[in-house]
């Protein structure tokens, strides 16, 4: 195994939703620079699968379900880490769900569950990682936001989401500067998921014909950066969104 960001060797990542999709990839990503990983998903399987697969890869891991959208549990997340190997060095804000509807038809319930995991849960995780975090007055935290912070049509519970998660990384990288944290985002455009596949084909070309790049993006395409956000090789990089979308407009 080729380390190729030093000072993630050996680093303690949690990545919540990590147990697929672009979750995986991202731990994928961070164990092939010999990071030792917390891989969760609310689906205690899934998450204990992939670590045992990830394992593999010559890595400690160690696997928990979480629903983050509930505190004790993403509480729970962090001291485990904490307890496994004594520090949390990186957090990554993936855990995301989307319930679409036009606004009209939108029930109370696929509005709130969709703010109650991809906003509350990110500052869930990001409040329990903090504790820990600031005593060694360094970490990097990472959360996923997306193009459709911009806004999409369908998707008012998501877009409103997402952007909530860029404002929270804004306000918290500012805030949490002077004690060595640094927060950022990366706001990922189309990306090839087992959820994107199951978009209809017709539509999927019309997308894709919109992106610059001409492809949908692959969950390495987000890690990559993610690895940069998350490493000293952005040392002096705070408050901030990467976009990675091939080009495509959005925000």
Same mark, same amino acid.
């Given at each position: 195994?080729?380390?190729?960001?030093?000072?993630?060797?050996?680093?303690?990542?949690?990545?919540?939703?990590?147990?697929?999709?672009?979750?995986?990839?991202?731990? /994928?990503?961070?164990?092939?620079?010999?990071?030792?990983?917390?891989?969760?998903?609310?689906?205690?399987?899934?998450?204990?699968?992939?670590?045992?697969?990830?394992?593999?890869?010559?890595?400690?891991?160690?696997?928990?379900?979480?629903?983050?959208?509930?505190?004790? &549990?993403?509480?729970?997340?962090?001291?485990?880490?904490?307890?496994?190997?004594?520090?949390?060095?990186?957090?990554?804000?993936?855990?995301?769900?989307? =319930?679409?509807?036009?606004?009209?038809?939108?029930? $109370?319930? &696929?509005?709130?569950?969709?703010?109650?995991?991809?906003?509350?849960?990110?500052?869930?995780?990001?409040?329990?990682?903090?504790?820990?975090?600031?005593?060694?007055?360094?970490?990097?935290?990472?959360?996923?936001?997306?193009?459709?912070?911009?806004?999409?049509?369908?998707?008012?519970?998501?877009?409103?989401?997402?952007?909530?998660?860029?404002?929270?990384?804004?306000?918290?990288?500012? /805030?949490?500067?002077?004690?060595?944290?640094?927060?950022?985002?990366?706001?990922?455009?189309?990306?090839?998921?087992? =959820?994107?596949?199951?978009?209809?084909?017709?539509?999927?070309? &019309?997308?894709?014909?919109?992106?610059?790049?001409?492809?949908?993006?692959? $969950?390495?395409?987000?890690?990559?950066?993610?690895?940069?956000?998350?490493?000293?090789?952005?040392?002096?990089?705070?408050?901030?969104?990467?976009?990675?979308?091939?080009?495509?407009?959005?925000?």
């Amino acid at each position: 195994m080729k380390t190729v960001i030093e000072d993630l060797k050996d680093a303690v990542v949690i990545v919540t939703g990590s147990g697929r999709g672009i979750g995986r990839g991202i731990a /994928e990503q961070f164990a092939a620079q010999g990071s030792k990983l917390v891989i969760t998903d609310i689906d205690a399987a899934t998450a204990e699968q992939t670590a045992q697969e990830i394992a593999k890869m010559g890595v400690e891991t160690i696997s928990m379900a979480c629903d983050v959208s509930k505190y004790d &549990q993403a509480e729970a997340l962090a001291n485990k880490a904490v307890e496994k190997w004594g520090k949390i060095d990186v957090l990554v804000n993936n855990a995301g769900i989307t =319930m679409d509807g036009l606004f009209l038809r939108m029930k $109370p319930d &696929q509005w709130q569950k969709v703010i109650d995991i991809n906003l509350t849960g990110t500052y869930n995780c990001a409040h329990a990682a903090v504790n820990h975090m600031r005593k060694a007055r360094k970490g990097a935290i990472v959360n996923i936001s997306s193009i459709a912070a911009g806004g999409n049509p369908g998707q008012a519970n998501y877009s409103a989401s997402k952007a909530g998660v860029l404002g929270f990384t804004y306000a918290l990288g500012k /805030e949490l500067a002077p004690m060595g944290i640094r927060v950022n985002a990366v706001a990922p455009g189309f990306i090839k998921t087992p =959820m994107t596949d199951k978009i209809p084909e017709k539509l999927r070309e &019309q997308m894709i014909a919109a992106i610059p790049l001409k492809r949908p993006g692959e $969950p390495d395409d987000i890690a990559k950066v993610i690895l940069f956000l998350a490493s000293d090789l952005s040392a002096y990089v705070t408050a901030q969104c990467i976009h990675v979308n091939g080009g495509l407009a959005g925000l």
